[in-house]
């Protein structure tokens, strides 16, 4: 691996310069305890930008381990493939040009973490896409869910963002009331929820047996 430390703080100073949206810094190492604890081996991030939390992602899971990344916007993917190849995980990484409403459909891995960080208004459809594609034992992270702490207070959104709020809302009353999920949901950032799924939670209320990964497959 290159010098992650000194291609990271490029990244920023590009981010800063050309406008491009990126974790805050608490937001990162949120995202990268969490993948640390997780050591997923496959991980989908849905918003790739230039590669900067792609490559914390890299630097904190499961040596190996493969990341799969959308990103629309050619002009960035682009950048992040310089980047990622100087810090030496572009042979890791996998960036999908395209609409993640479109692409996630069309991938066949597993996941075992998975960070939705692109089109605020479509994180319920991205995560409803890729629920077939979770491992038993997924985490999802969600970023910039409180959206300048509006999602709190509906009333202070500007009216043009509104619809925006109010889609952040069903994401996280989805993550947080469905059964499969749990969510908590950090103020730090823009906001982020981390959700952790577990296939068998959607049965534990009607007392169903269903048995855990490893039973099944052995
Ligand atoms: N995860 C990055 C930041 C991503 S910014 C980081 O923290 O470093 C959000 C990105 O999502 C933008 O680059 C934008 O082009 C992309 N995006 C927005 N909507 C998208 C969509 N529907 N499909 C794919 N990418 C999308
Ligand atoms: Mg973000």
Request: glycine letters at 8%.
């Amino acid at each position: 691996m290159g010098n992650v430390k000194q291609i990271l703080a490029m990244m920023k100073d590009y981010a800063t310069t050309h406008r491009v949206p990126i974790i805050s810094l608490e937001g990162g190492q949120l995202l990268q305890s969490v993948a640390a604890a997780a050591q997923p081996a496959a991980v989908l991030e849905i918003g790739t930008a230039i590669g900067y939390s792609t490559l914390l992602l890299a630097t904190a899971m499961m040596p190996g381990g493969q990341i799969t990344t959308i990103e629309q916007d050619d002009d960035r993917i682009a950048v992040a493939k310089q980047f990622l190849a100087e810090a030496g995980v572009l042979n890791q990484t996998d960036i999908i040009a395209g609409d993640a409403g479109v692409v996630i459909p069309r991938l066949t891995g597993t996941y075992d973490l998975v960070f939705i960080d692109a089109a605020k208004g479509q994180y319920l459809d991205y995560l409803e896409k890729v629920l077939d594609k979770l491992s038993p034992e997924a985490v999802i992270i969600a970023d910039n869910v409180l959206f300048r702490g509006w999602v709190l207070d509906e009333t202070a959104a500007p009216k043009r963002f509104r619809t925006i709020v109010k889609r952040l809302k069903s994401y996280l009353d989805f993550v947080t009331n469905d059964l499969r999920f749990e969510t908590t949901v950090h103020h730090i950032g823009d906001g982020m929820a981390v959700s952790f799924y577990r296939e068998r939670r959607s049965n534990e209320k009607t007392g169903t047996f269903s048995p855990c990964r490893q039973f099944r497959e052995t």
